[in-house]
């Protein structure tokens, strides 16, 4: 009965491990399922091949040379074609495959948390990017020229690094074991002479060995730190020895060990921290995936707005210029009748040349603004010719609602923590720096690791009829040995302790402190995140205000000017005033325009920004993660 009860707890070890092990390809390994193996066929087929051509919507809104769009069309098109976006769409299967190792028991490689902003562009009329400033603030006409935009860095993307946990990753903590079984397999013969200073030992003078071997084993490792190795060991050996009882005779064993920690790297919390952070990291870049969406949204959204805002100021202009057309004629005319000094001809014709020359600015901010906002719509760029001579007719105006509710700044500032996701990825964040930190704290503790041995022997060879003393039941082939090893006629087994107490263990102490240390700074980064998204929202409340409080002063002082002008008009035309007044009010209409302008431009972008530092841009612009995800899969 106890040889029988022996037999069955060594068999049911093996069945143990041998169920543990993942049989089919969509069997995750170790102690999660659901994820294929990387050795598995067909992994890297599901790594989709990049596609940099156009979605043809674009080509679908040109028409007659020019790109009609809308802003629907422009956020559908960033969508599609947008490459941050593209990018950002990579990182979450990039998450997957660390899901991946740390099932198999592998540390994270981590991902990443940099972002990218759409580019500034050159801003709206009277922008600070926009340089003109004799024709936006004086009364007198002139003009200036516009710088590179290069030195203003209006080309380039802002990176954004959403990173709370900082550059210094945290220590890996205690080692985790490997999940994913392993079988080695080990075959070998040998030939082996050997000279003999005694013959009495072998019975010859030089012992001739051929010996071959054929061992197995597989070893895994399981959530609770339990370490489980089977190992078959089969050895065959024909010597010449005249003294050995069996000759060739065939040894084999099949012996189970199990380790199991008792204190450090004891538990399932512990040993599946990585995949508990792997998991995290999953939501991570899907949050950090929206925030992409909502940054690449945002952007487009101002500059198609300033867009709008500069190609109506080029209409302005464009009125500007016939005005002083006009003023030039009419000038002409007195000063051919003898009512006017030919001096004002002069004046009208130089404020000709002004407002030519501030058109010529407008349109060439206005062409700078279609180029970037082309290739932030557009995976080649400039690079398709169909697209890069075609120009951008934005189909939207700006408009500012008579009246808009604007809900209480606590309320808003409510939805601005619940919704954000930077805010939910930076959270997840310091959840994994406190599992992490698990790790730290189990790596202080001393070594206690309970040990089991079961094993199973056989020996079975041919008698040797020249020695005395063979057993007949060893005397047999392979399969004697094999009777012997399942039926635990020679069985071995033990159990022990091992303990290892360190006397100092300053490496893990200091790494413990330091990643205690570095979860404080990632709760301090939190805070600062935190209180920005506050003064975010707060900020872009202020810039509405502003912005509506701006355009209902510059729709008043427009009206006034247009009165001005057309009574100085009809007194410059019995007369009664000259060029050079009629062009100081007309500069003071053009500069009212591009205030008026500028500021429903303000209040647009003070607008979305206010969308944006809530979380509600997306939902606001019927925009789902969902598909927008799922558009290339």
Same mark, same amino acid.
């Given at each position: ?7 069955? &707890?060594?068999?049911? +070890?093996?069945? #143990?491990? @041998? *169920?543990?092990? %993942?049989?089919?390809? !969509?069997?995750?390994?170790? /102690? ?73 028991? &592998?540390?994270?490689? +981590?991902?990443? #948390?940099? @972002? *990218?902003?759409? %580019?500034?562009?050159? !801003?709206?009329?009277?922008? /600070? ?73 072998? &019975? ?8 071959? *071997? ?420």
């Amino acid at each position: 009965m106890l040889r029988s009860g022996r037999r069955s &707890g060594l068999s049911a +070890g093996l069945a #143990f491990l @041998l *169920a543990s092990a %993942p049989v089919t390809a !969509g069997q995750g390994p170790g /102690p999660d399922h659901g994820a294929p193996r990387l050795g598995s066929p067909g992994v890297s087929s599901r790594v989709r091949p990049l596609n940099f051509e156009n979605s043809a919507r674009i080509h679908d809104l040109i028409r007659s040379g020019n790109l009609y769009l809308s802003l629907s069309d422009a956020l559908a098109l960033a969508i599609e074609n947008n490459l941050d976006i593209e990018l950002q769409r990579f990182s979450i299967p990039v998450a997957d495959t660390d899901v991946l190792r740390a099932q198999g028991g &592998g540390t994270l490689r +981590g991902v990443p #948390f940099v @972002l *990218a902003e759409v %580019p500034a562009g050159v !801003g709206g009329p009277l922008s /600070p990017l926009v340089t003109n400033p004799a024709s936006a603030s004086s009364v007198t006409p002139g003009t200036a020229v516009a710088t590179n935009p290069l030195e203003l860095g209006v080309l380039g993307e802002v990176q954004t690094n959403l990173s709370v946990q900082g550059t210094i990753p945290q220590s890996n903590g205690t080692p985790v074991a490997i999940f994913d079984p392993a079988l080695v397999g080990q075959l070998n013969w040998t030939h082996q002479t050997t000279p003999q200073t005694n013959t009495v030992v072998s &019975g010859a003078n030089s012992l001739i060995s051929s010996i071959g *071997a054929a061992n197995v084993g597989i070893a895994q490792g399981f959530s609770t730190g339990t370490q489980v190795s089977l190992a078959f060991d089969n050895n065959h050996q024909s010597v010449n020895s005249l003294r050995n009882n069996y000759n060739p005779f065939t040894g084999s064993s099949l012996g189970l060990t199990v380790t199991q920690p008792l204190w450090r790297g004891f538990g399932p919390s512990l040993n599946r921290r990585f995949i508990h952070i792997a998991n995290n990291n999953q939501k991570i870049t899907s949050l950090l995936f929206e925030q992409q969406l909502i940054a690449t949204v945002y952007g487009v959204t101002r500059l198609y707005t300033d867009l709008v805002a500069l190609y109506e100021d080029v209409k302005n202009k464009e009125e500007s210029l016939a005005l002083t057309q006009k003023l030039f004629t009419d000038t002409q005319a007195q000063v051919e009748e003898g009512t006017l000094a030919r001096v004002e001809m002069t004046r009208a014709n130089a404020a000709v040349f002004s407002s030519r020359q501030d058109l010529i600015n407008s349109r060439g901010l206005l062409e700078e603004q279609e180029a970037i906002l082309k290739t932030v719509l557009t995976k080649t760029g400039n690079q398709d010719p169909q697209l890069q001579s075609a120009r951008i007719i934005p189909t939207d105006s700006l408009s500012i609602p008579e009246k808009e509710e604007i809900r209480p700044i606590q309320d808003l500032l409510s939805d601005a923590m619940a919704r954000r996701p930077d805010l939910s990825q930076a959270n997840l964040q310091i959840e994994n720096s406190e599992i992490g930190l698990k790790g730290s704290r189990n790596a202080v503790r001393p070594e206690v690791d309970l040990v089991g041995v079961a094993q199973n022997n056989g020996l079975a060879g041919t008698a040797n009829p020249l020695a005395p003393g063979a057993d007949a039941s060893l005397t047999g082939g392979y399969g004697t040995a094999l009777d012997q090893i399942f039926t635990r006629k020679f069985p071995t087994y033990g159990i022990g302790l091992q303990v290892t107490l360190p006397i100092r263990n300053r490496v893990a102490e200091a790494d413990l402190a330091r990643d205690e240390i570095q979860l404080r700074q990632t709760q301090i980064r939190m805070r600062q995140l935190q209180n920005q998204a506050r003064l975010e929202v707060e900020d872009a409340l202020i810039a509405m205000r502003r912005a509506r409080s701006s355009y209902e002063a510059a729709v008043q002082a427009r009206l006034l000017q247009e009165e001005s002008l057309d009574a100085e008009q009809q007194k410059f035309a019995v007369g009664a005033s000259t060029s050079f007044f009629v062009i100081q009010y007309e500069s003071l209409l053009a500069q009212a325009k591009s205030t008026e302008v500028a500021a429903k431009s303000a209040y647009v972008k003070a607008r979305a920004a206010l969308q944006r530092a809530t979380g509600a841009i997306l939902s606001d612009s019927n925009i789902t993660v969902e598909s927008a995800y799922q558009y290339h899969r």
